[in-house]
């Protein structure tokens, strides 16, 4: 492992329907993390092209213009950006994908479990994928996870299981009726089950488009004891924080739950 603490970065930012403007956004903000030192950048689900948006219409390749635009920014910062998208899939809806990619190497992962709930179907644009991921970034193992993956503790815990010391979740997490306590609850929840840290990157609040509401924002680094280190509110904003990733190996021999 290398030097601990890791220094990581979660970029709260406010998506348009617009891959095209999006990319801007999203450059802007690694910008300002870089120069904060964080070595990991994590960006909200859908920072492609908020939900609400034709999904098929805007969903490209991961050689496409969008994901070439997040090698490039990468890789002019030497850091790992991590940027929530849509990729075609082959029955004719999309990937809600995550994209990784950096100076240790590229890995996508596709959200496994779909937002069918509180009257939503993401279902019916989105098909879902079929296993977790984990890679390794700055010496560590990371584990991916998407919005309402967090609602399965089993998913987090597998990534545990798997070694990842970090879990990085990208969220665009609908706001209403006690959802921020939901979402507060379960990122610290799934840390605990994962023993590792856990970032958890929230798309900014902002009025919902129609019936679609957009996110809370409330981005979060919880611990492997499920304690905040950091936490934003709900406007767009950057949270840069420290992650002694040298304690969990001796808080798993002290709770061996995994």
Known sequence: MKASPLRLAAAQISATPDPAANLP??????ERAAGGGARIVVFPEASMACFGTRLAAVAQDLDGPFATGIRECAARLGITLVVGMFTPA??????NTLLL?????????????LYDAFGSRESDTVAPGASIVTTQVEGI?????TCYDLRF?????????AGAHLVLVAA?????PGK?????????AR????????LACGMAWRPPEGAVPLGIGRSVLADPLGRVVGQLAEQEDLLVVQADLDTVPGIRERVPIL
């Open 25 to 30: 956004i999203i450059t802007a903000a690694a």
């Open 90 to 95: 082959a029955d004719g809806r999309v990937h």
């Open 101 to 113: 990619t950096g100076p240790d190497g590229e890995i996508s992962y596709d959200k496994i479990h």
């Open 141 to 145: 193992t990371v584990g991916l996870a």
């Open 153 to 161: 503790a089993a998913h987090f815990t597998q990534l545990g299981q």
């Open 172 to 176: 665009s997490w609908g706001d209403g």
């Open 180 to 188: 921020a306590d939901q979402w507060d609850l379960l990122t610290r």
């Open 191 to 198: 840390a605990m089950d994962a023993q590792a840290y856990l």
